[in-house]
Nanobody, 125 residues
């Protein structure tokens, strides 16, 4: 059974950095596109970034220039490096996997069918 687990969230001050990790069990992530999503209180879940199985990366406007997605297939892990964090980045962050070798672009919820439980990121002074 494929499972994804996020880690690395926490409480940080504005301007700080965090690196989120998404680690898979039960499957090798090599062939899976992985997306990062977030859901703030009272808001809908939204896409943040995605990486294809071939390593192409995609960022929504909220993430461009501040966030970097990367994958380490040897560690079966995908990372989201978040810099210059703002209060509006506060949310639960989820990683998700699409079908193996699926063609992806900007992260869309409907393209992903395996989800982690999420990790809380709070940006506050």
């Amino acid at each position: 059974q494929v499972q994804l687990e996020e880690s690395g969230g926490g409480l940080v001050q504005p301007g700080s950095s965090l690196r989120l990790s998404c680690t898979a069990s039960g499957v090798a992530l090599d062939d899976y596109p992985i997306g990062w999503f977030r859901q703030a209180p009272g808001k809908e879940r939204e896409g943040v970034s995605a990486v294809s199985h071939g390593g192409s990366t995609y960022y929504t406007e909220s993430a461009k220039g501040r966030f970097t997605i990367s994958r380490d297939n040897a560690k079966n892990t995908v990372y989201l490096q978040m810099n210059s964090l703002k209060a509006e980045d506060t949310a639960v962050y989820y990683c998700a996997a699409a079908a193996p070798r699926a063609r992806i672009g900007l992260p869309r919820i409907r393209d992903y069918n395996i989800w982690g439980q999420g990790t809380q990121v709070t940006v506050s002074s």
